[in-house]
């Protein structure tokens, strides 16, 4: 990495892995906890993130964003703020449903969040465009000097890497980094980590 360029860097993290009871459960923008192993893996980033003892932390306020920022801060004597723009997809009713019960009531219908990014609303929740646009927002309003560490969500994180990069919603996915994964985000550039 280039260390001239932190005075504009953003390192989007993404959430350590969540209690095993909501693998395969659609939980999105429900507040839901860490298990063990995303507990112990925060710790692990606390430790390789200490290094930047002059970054700003924010983290999305839902606790499995919050148990990691709040220990890098505390570690970094630092304050970590919330930003509610950073949480996850709002995805209404389908919230802590199975996605294989999902399927089977909506079929294929989930693939409209790609298709129909600026009109459909999964389990009447948020379209795929006003996700984006709060991520979008929150990024625009970031002061320009500095390194900033953000603990967030999968998918905030693929909008704002899929926008910045220009790219089609239906390649956002494959932005999604792995739980406690990071990526680094300058003016137009993205570096993974």
């Given at each position: 990495m280039n260390m001239d360029r932190l005075n504009t860097a953003v390192m989007l993290i993404r959430h350590a892995p969540v209690a095993k009871r909501y693998h395969g459960v659609c939980y999105g923008r429900s507040d839901i906890e860490l298990g063990d192993a995303g507990e112990r893996r925060s710790e692990e980033l606390v430790e390789e993130l200490a290094i930047w003892e002059r970054a700003r932390i924010i983290h999305s306020g839902l606790q499995r964003t919050r148990f990691l920022a709040e220990r890098l801060a505390e570690r970094l004597g630092c304050p970590a703020a919330c930003c509610p723009a950073l949480q996850e997809r709002d995805f209404g009713t389908w919230e802590m449903q199975p996605w294989d019960v999902i399927h089977t009531r909506h079929g294929d219908e989930i693939l409209r969040m790609i298709s129909e990014?600026?009109?459909?609303?999964?389990?009447?929740?948020?379209?795929?465009?006003?996700?984006?646009?709060r991520v979008l927002w929150w990024f625009d309003s970031l002061p320009e000097d500095g390194l900033t560490i953000v603990v967030t969500h999968g998918g905030p994180i693929a909008s704002l890497l899929g926008t910045h990069q220009r790219l089609p919603v239906s390649d956002w996915a494959g932005l999604i980094p792995h739980c406690g994964q990071s990526v680094w985000m300058y003016k137009q550039q993205t570096e993974q980590g």
């Open positions: 990014p600026d009109t459909y609303r999964p389990g009447g929740g948020e379209t795929t465009f006003e996700m984006r646009d």
